[in-house]
């Protein structure tokens, strides 16, 4: 695997072993479900980490970073399987904010 991967490459590389090792996809309300599972995890770890909540025994040793990677992982396969480029959607969405946006948190005063 290179260093560097784009999301299109991260797209491909997830397609190739859901199909190659994974066998195949999930179907997507299974896949969003699995989504909501994986956040709830990340959560867990934010939650002890940043939060006021202490650790448990099962949560000690768990990496924030794998947490937010099988997140993504989820996410990149509904892409997939819905048909989703999320290069496109993500050039996009950088659009949609920068024209809705453009003032609205420079003039936030909650962010001064």
């Known amino acids: 695997m290179k260093s560097d991967i784009t999301i299109a490459d991260a797209q491909k590389q997830v397609?190739?072993?859901?199909?190659?090792?994974?066998?195949?996809?999930?179907?997507?309300?299974?896949?969003?479900?699995?989504?909501?599972?994986?956040?709830g995890e990340l959560a867990r770890i934010m939650s002890r980490v940043y939060g006021e909540q202490s650790f448990k025994e099962s949560d000690k040793g768990k990496d924030l970073g794998d947490e937010m990677a099988d997140v993504l992982w989820v996410l990149i396969c509904l892409a997939n399987q819905t048909g989703v480029d999320l290069t496109e959607a993500m050039k996009k969405n950088f659009e949609?904010?920068?024209i809705r946006d453009?003032?609205?948190?420079?003039?936030?005063?909650?962010?001064k």
Do not use: S
Request: hydrophobic content about 35%; cysteine-free.
């Open 102 to 111: 453009i003032y609205r948190h420079k003039n936030n005063q909650k962010l």
């Open 96 to 98: 949609k904010k920068n």
């Open 15 to 39: 397609d190739h072993w859901i199909k190659t090792v994974g066998v195949r996809y999930f179907n997507e309300l299974t896949n969003m479900t699995i989504l909501m599972e994986e956040v």
